[in-house]
């Protein structure tokens, strides 16, 4: 079956630290992928997208990796800060018109 | 500034009763979606739609309909409401090409008793 993982456990790090979140997806060959950020009480807002041919892109504090032989992104966020805490989606983009498969989510705890 | 509202943003209906959630956006975006979202299943499409008069169903569409008069709108109904239809419903949109970027707005929390 097709599916979508994201770490199911809470991610819990220092201030300063590096965290780094994994989304893993079978039986899909997406032509993007896209993070997002969703705070408590509020909808996604979109943070980031990589394309299948691109390995790395960067954003300020964001780097994310796509390796579609592995199916895997690893999204981090270096220089962690507590406004940094939230839940973080991926979304595959499996070029069916502009719809998404999201990951259930990774909640990220980043401690003062 | 272009935005997504959604309204309600709180609802509390009985069990049965017939529910329509609204959305609008400012955006002028042909893609509008519509998804729910419970603890452990992350976002789920209903429906969704390319532009007026279109609709499509999505993955969890059973109990759902919408209507696409307008580029802005996209109501969602329920058309008897059951316990399993609790949930928090979010409205995107994005542009019908490019890189699919979808705007989700404030969500709407349903309570079916």
């Known amino acids: 079956s097709q599916k979508i993982e994201q770490n199911s456990e809470a991610l819990n790090i220092q201030e300063g630290k590096t965290a780094t979140l994994t989304c893993n997806y079978t039986?899909?060959?997406?032509?993007?992928l896209q993070w997002y950020r969703q705070d408590p009480g509020r909808g996604p807002v979109f943070l980031l997208l990589?394309?299948?041919?691109?390995k790395e892109k960067r954003k300020e504090r964001l780097k994310v990796t796509f390796d579609t032989t592995l199916k895997q992104s690893l999204f981090h966020i270096t220089a962690s800060q507590p406004a940094d805490s939230a839940t973080y989606l991926c979304?595959?983009?499996?070029?069916?018109?502009?719809?998404?498969?999201f990951g259930q989510g990774t909640e990220l705890s980043v401690k003062p | 500034d272009a935005e997504i509202t959604q309204s309600p943003r709180h609802k509390i209906t009985e069990t049965g009763r017939q529910v329509t959630l609204a959305c609008h956006q400012t955006w002028n975006h042909n893609n509008m979606f519509w998804y729910r979202q419970d603890l452990g299943h992350g976002l789920r499409l209903i429906h969704y739609s390319y532009g007026v008069q279109d609709t499509n169903k999505g993955e969890v569409s059973d109990g759902y309909s919408v209507s696409r008069s307008n580029t802005e709108d996209l109501p969602l109904t329920l058309e008897s409401a059951a316990s399993s239809q609790t949930s928090v419903y979010f409205c995107?949109?994005?542009?019908?090409?490019?890189?699919?970027?979808?705007?989700f707005g404030p969500g709407t929390r349903l309570t079916v008793l």
């Open positions: 990589i394309r299948e041919n691109e």
């Open positions: 995107a949109s994005s542009e019908a090409s490019g890189s699919n970027e979808q705007f």
């Open positions: 979304a595959l983009d499996i070029g069916q018109g502009g719809k998404l498969i």
């Open positions: 039986n899909y060959s997406p032509a993007y």
